[in-house]
């Protein structure tokens, strides 16, 4: 392909407005260094313009009078605070009272000394997948029926503080669109697009009597819908990950090992092998991400980091010292809280379930003692229960094992980090994550201190009194007050 039809299809893929063509041209002449045996994408300036389009006709700014500020990194609040922001970006922070800027409809808010903080990040969701197996690998089941769901789940999402997301598998790019088009209320979703698995892997849900497609077998339903890609071989791999990057993946998600809701893999599985691996790591090099990878055991997670996979998504089987490798290696840990699933699933996915939840303490505290690169996520899926409320609850959780102010830095600052990897592949290139000066406006005002009492964030509906994001306020509740 010549290189201008490449550039125009990555300019459409990405809904790259107010991106500069430097940046895209960064992503086609790109290079690799070597270090270490495993490629690194080279660090890229990014410009800082949002593509979010948040449907404000005139420029507007709004003023946190009298707030404390948790920045994302802190182990306290600040002292009082007033914070200026312009349009969709954070821009003065200060201890002195400040004035309107000329030219701008200007939203003032009374803090009353309550916490201003980021928004919460998940990284690691499904907002699509989470509709019930019975109706999402239905073949019956209108994609009308399957995107209101999504909606929904996103909706919820926002208004309970969540204001990025990381989805791990599914087909989101529409949603993602509208989202930042405006036209549906959501938060930035960083798209995985389908999960790539192995014949017999956590991502084929296909009939076990069925061939597979590649060797003559029906196009499996999960496939259809554009929530797996089935990928046996370095060549299929290849192919798998560049399809989603053509879709606009900002990250490549696989199945490396055995998972709970998938029927053909025990939780102790190690699923491709390195050359398929590398050849997957190596794809997304080129384009300037990297892979994260699904795996539970210590055998898949080694083998992983030895084909320099960026990022291991659960682990909760690991032992220690594959935990230690982790934090030798740099490599990111995406870490979720499970419970016992309900009777709604079936048998054996509830023993492979309680099988994960065994040992999630130990690499929790692993995890935590080892200084490793630690992100958190939910991964609710296959009809858990509704994103809102229940990812603020899974959050909270994590208490067991650090205090509130580590927990809210990891699901600010720390998750935003992850996120970062993309590279030039990052849909939202500017700062997110902390409160700081020239950072994305995504902000919560809170009633109370979440730093030392965690459990006020449990209840977003009472205590999560603005929500912000891209600038734009989505909720107020004291107006009301």
Same mark, same amino acid.
């Given at each position: 392909?010549?290189?201008?039809?490449?550039?125009?299809?990555?300019?459409?893929?990405?809904?790259?407005?107010?991106?500069?063509?430097?940046?895209?041209?960064?992503?086609?002449?790109?290079?690799?260094?070597?270090?270490?045996?495993?490629?690194?994408?080279?660090?890229?300036?990014?410009?800082?313009?949002?593509?979010?389009?948040?449907?404000?006709?005139?420029?507007?700014?709004?003023?946190?009078?009298?707030?404390?500020?948790?920045?994302?990194?802190?182990?306290?609040?600040?002292?009082?605070?007033?914070?200026?922001?312009?349009?969709?970006?954070?821009?003065?922070?200060?201890?002195?009272?400040?004035?309107?800027?000329?030219?701008?409809?200007?939203?003032?808010?009374?803090?009353?000394?309550?916490?201003?903080?980021?928004?919460?990040?998940?990284?690691?969701?499904?907002?699509?997948?989470?509709?019930?197996?019975?109706?999402?690998?239905?073949?019956?089941?209108?994609?009308?029926?399957?995107?209101?769901?999504?909606?929904?789940?996103?909706?919820?999402?926002?208004?309970?503080?969540?204001?990025?997301?990381?989805?791990?598998?599914?087909?989101?790019?529409?949603?993602?669109?509208?989202?930042?088009?405006?036209?549906?209320?959501?938060?930035?979703?960083?798209?995985?697009?389908?999960?790539?698995?192995?014949?017999?892997?956590?991502?084929?849900?296909?009939?076990?009597?069925?061939?597979?497609?590649?060797?003559?077998?029906?196009?499996?339903?999960?496939?259809?819908?554009?929530?797996?890609?089935? *990928?046996? !071989?370095? %060549?299929? @791999?290849?192919?798998?990950?560049? &399809?989603?990057?053509? /879709?606009? #993946?900002?990250?490549?998600?696989?199945?490396?090992?055995?998972?709970?809701?998938?029927?053909?893999?025990?939780?102790?599985?190690?699923?491709?092998?390195?050359?398929?691996?590398?050849?997957?790591?190596?794809?997304?090099?080129?384009?300037?991400?990297?892979?994260?990878?699904?795996?539970?055991?210590?055998?898949?997670?080694?083998?992983?980091?030895?084909?320099?996979?960026?990022?291991?998504?659960?682990?909760?089987?690991?032992?220690?010292?594959?935990?230690?490798?982790?934090?030798?290696?740099?490599?990111?840990?995406?870490?979720?809280?499970?419970?016992?699933?309900?009777?709604?699933?079936?048998?054996?996915?509830?023993?492979?379930?309680?099988?994960?939840?065994?040992?999630?303490?130990?690499?929790?505290?692993?995890?935590?003692?080892?200084?490793?690169?630690? *992100?958190? !996520?939910? %991964?609710? @899926?296959?009809?858990?229960?509704? &994103?809102?409320?229940? /990812?603020? #609850?899974?959050?909270?959780?994590?208490?067991?094992?650090?205090?509130?102010?580590?927990?809210?830095?990891?699901?600010?600052?720390?998750?935003?980090?992850?996120?970062?990897?993309?590279?030039?592949?990052?849909?939202?290139?500017?700062?997110?994550?902390?409160?700081?000066?020239?950072?994305?406006?995504?902000?919560?005002?809170?009633?109370?201190?979440?730093?030392?009492?965690?459990?006020?964030?449990?209840?977003?509906?009472?205590?999560?009194?603005?929500?912000?994001?891209?600038?734009?306020?989505?909720?107020?509740?004291?107006?009301?007050?």
């Amino acid at each position: 392909m010549a290189t201008g039809s490449y550039l125009s299809g990555f300019w459409r893929a990405n809904n790259a407005e107010g991106q500069t063509r430097p940046a895209v041209l960064a992503l086609a002449v790109s290079s690799l260094m070597l270090l270490g045996g495993c490629q690194q994408t080279a660090e890229l300036k990014q410009p800082t313009k949002s593509p979010v389009d948040n449907n404000q006709a005139k420029p507007t700014a709004t003023i946190f009078d009298n707030v404390r500020v948790f920045d994302g990194t802190a182990s306290a609040l600040s002292l009082t605070r007033n914070v200026l922001v312009v349009n969709n970006t954070i821009k003065t922070i200060s201890a002195s009272p400040l004035e309107p800027p000329s030219g701008y409809t200007t939203i003032h808010i009374a803090g009353g000394g309550r916490t201003l903080m980021p928004g919460l990040i998940d990284a690691h969701t499904h907002l699509y997948i989470n509709a019930e197996p019975k109706v999402l690998l239905n073949p019956k089941t209108p994609s009308e029926k399957l995107e209101q769901i999504a909606r929904k789940h996103s909706k919820a999402t926002l208004m309970s503080g969540f204001t990025t997301v990381r989805d791990m598998a599914g087909p989101v790019f529409k949603l993602k669109q509208d989202i930042d088009r405006g036209q549906v209320e959501g938060p930035r979703i960083y798209p995985s697009g389908t999960i790539i698995s192995q014949t017999s892997g956590h991502g084929d849900f296909g009939d076990p009597a069925d061939l597979p497609h590649s060797l003559g077998g029906p196009l499996p339903i999960a496939t259809k819908l554009g929530l797996s890609t089935i *990928a046996d !071989g370095p %060549d299929q @791999m290849l192919a798998a990950v560049r &399809y989603n990057l053509r /879709q606009g #993946a900002s990250q490549i998600k696989i199945a490396a090992g055995g998972g709970v809701a998938s029927t053909f893999d025990p939780i102790e599985v190690t699923e491709y092998t390195t050359p398929e691996l590398r050849a997957a790591v190596d794809a997304a090099a080129d384009f300037g991400t990297y892979v994260s990878a699904h795996a539970y055991s210590p055998t898949s997670v080694r083998r992983c980091v030895a084909a320099c996979v960026k990022a291991i998504e659960h682990g909760q089987s690991m032992d220690q010292a594959t935990v230690q490798l982790l934090r030798d290696k740099g490599t990111w840990l995406s870490l979720q809280v499970f419970e016992e699933l309900p009777g709604s699933f079936s048998r054996l996915q509830r023993d492979k379930n309680h099988q994960v939840i065994v040992n999630q303490s130990r690499v929790w505290t692993w995890a935590l003692q080892y200084g490793v690169k630690l *992100a958190w !996520g939910t %991964d609710f @899926m296959f009809g858990s229960p509704l &994103y809102g409320p229940a /990812q603020n #609850a899974a959050l909270v959780q994590t208490k067991t094992w650090m205090t509130p102010a580590r927990a809210l830095k990891m699901a600010t600052h720390d998750n935003a980090k992850i996120l970062a990897l993309s590279g030039i592949r990052n849909p939202y290139p500017g700062q997110l994550g902390v409160v700081k000066q020239g950072a994305y406006a995504d902000l919560l005002l809170v009633d109370g201190d979440p730093t030392k009492n965690l459990d006020i964030i449990a209840n977003p509906d009472k205590n999560f009194r603005i929500i912000m994001k891209d600038g734009k306020i989505y909720k107020n509740t004291l107006a009301k007050s």
